[in-house]
């Protein structure tokens, strides 16, 4: 496999003119999300859902028509494919993924998109539930909007342009280079991922097979955004095992499991929970809790962009059960963390190149590059941490999670021409 280890070349920039191209992008996402492809974290299994397949298989078979013959499902829902080289250069494999499932945080059936055309401002009421608005005084990226096509859902379900707006547009730039092979690129590896969004999007991925040096996820929110750093995330779990005893006869006995449970989560620091914190700041955040009278659990994420103040929040969750557990002398409790992911900058610094490449094909398709940080993870955050360093483009997908999720077609056409134009500097720059 290619070392990623490159020199940046000061080049003169020299724009790609991409051809006169009708999009297939808007009609591609509109298919795609009105297959349900939603994550189960509670299942074993990979992928989570055998309906993630569903969606694998149409990939697969849509990537085999535009002409990539390698183009395949494997047994754990995974899609690759590769796209021939146009140039003869010797230069890293490259690689552009998105995830196939939706957010188990809101259904996914049945998903009924709607596009606005034309959208002139002012709050969007989607038609099945009125209750649902989409207003810009809270959603400010609407006023970047003006004149162009807003797809949302009816307002019973999320939309899923997180990541089908990756995949759609993956799927669209493959097209633009199949059908243009003047457009001079490298050997281009294609990813599609199940479980992202629980977290076990690369659990089975075989880097072999797929073959890339760099990696690139289309899986980010406003054009023109590159992101190249994320949170650090671990994950906790509180077991408590309490005292249980008859109600009726539970006076000076009993310690309950769920109310132990209730008083470490009412001790977690308001200043540290998501709906407290942004930019920079990480946070506490419970996700789950089950149980009964004498046993319980809680799912905690810990999440912030450094190593120390990942562990000082692990140092503070201890010293609130400790503090807690002191008001239950006869009961017990034990806390498992799980790493999840890291940041990837760590990686990403030691290859300049790769995010200097992004930002020079955001350029070249009419856009200001801005260089963010996730708050939160994606695939890329743990292929870099593989051995394959992955930033992660713009897909344009906005409000993600919650039926008020909405994309842009204008924004998925400028990710398709950052895709092509990214191809070619690659190759430009070999």
């Keep these: 496999m290619w070392r990623v280890c490159f020199k940046i070349h000061v080049l003169k920039r020299t724009a790609l003119a991409l051809p006169e191209y009708n999009h297939t992008v808007a009609e591609r996402f509109l298919r795609y999300v009105r297959i349900d492809t939603q994550s189960d974290p ?13 969606l694998g298989r149409v990939l697969a078979q849509e990537l085999r028509d535009l002409g990539l013959t390698d183009a395949h499902m494997d047994d754990f829902g995974y899609v690759y494919a590769t796209v021939p080289a146009t140039s ?15 957010s188990p945080d809101c259904s996914g059936k049945d998903v009924k998109p709607q596009v606005v055309r034309n959208y002139q401002g002012g709050d969007i009421v989607l038609p099945a539930d009125k209750s649902q608005v989409i207003r810009p005084a809270e959603h400010p990226a609407l006023n970047d909007q003006i004149g162009n096509d807003i797809i949302t859902t009816d307002g019973t379900t999320l939309l899923g342009a997180d990541d089908k707006a990756g995949v759609a547009e993956i799927m669209d730039a493959v097209k633009v280079l199949v059908e243009n092979p003047q457009i001079k690129h490298g050997v281009i590896k294609i990813l599609f991922t199940p479980d992202e969004e629980i977290g076990r999007g690369v659990d089975k991925v075989d880097l072999k097979k797929l073959g890339a040096d760099v990696a690139y996820t289309l899986d980010g929110e406003s054009a023109g955004h590159l992101e190249d750093e994320s949170f650090s995330a ?7 095992h309490g005292v249980s005893a008859h109600p009726g006869f539970a006076k000076g006995k009993i310690e309950h499991a769920i109310k132990i449970a209730a008083r470490i989560i009412d001790k977690l620091p308001k200043e540290l929970s998501p709906e407290t ?3 920079r700041e990480g946070f506490l955040h419970p996700v789950g809790i089950s149980g009964a009278l004498e046993e319980a659990t809680i799912e905690i994420i810990l999440r912030d962009f450094t190593e120390t103040g990942l562990k000082d929040k692990e140092v503070l969750l201890r010293g609130i059960v400790d503090e807690v557990m002191k008001d239950f002398p006869r009961s017990a409790t034990r806390i498992d963390i799980k790493e ?16 200097a490449n992004a930002e020079e094909a955001i350029r070249r398709a009419g856009m200001t590059p801005i260089r963010t940080s996730i708050r939160g993870g994606t695939d890329g955050s743990r292929l870099s941490f593989m051995g394959l360093p992955c930033p992660n483009i ?25 895709i092509v134009h990214l191809a070619a ?4 720059r070999a």
């Design 42 to 54: 509670s299942s074993p299994t990979t992928p989570s859902t055998e309906k993630q397949k569903n």
């Design 88 to 102: 003869a250069k010797k230069m890293p494999v490259i690689c552009f993924c998105s995830h196939m499932d939706t």
């Design 234 to 240: 671990d994950a906790a779990t509180i077991h408590i």
């Design 277 to 279: 914190t942004e930019g």
């Design 340 to 355: 999840q992911y890291r940041n990837m900058k760590v990686v990403l610094d030691k290859h300049p190149q790769i995010v």
């Design 394 to 418: 713009f897909a344009g997908e906005h409000a993600f999670h919650s039926r008020l999720e909405w994309v842009s077609i204008q924004d998925m056409e400028k990710a398709v021409r950052t």
């Design 425 to 428: 500097i690659w190759e430009e």
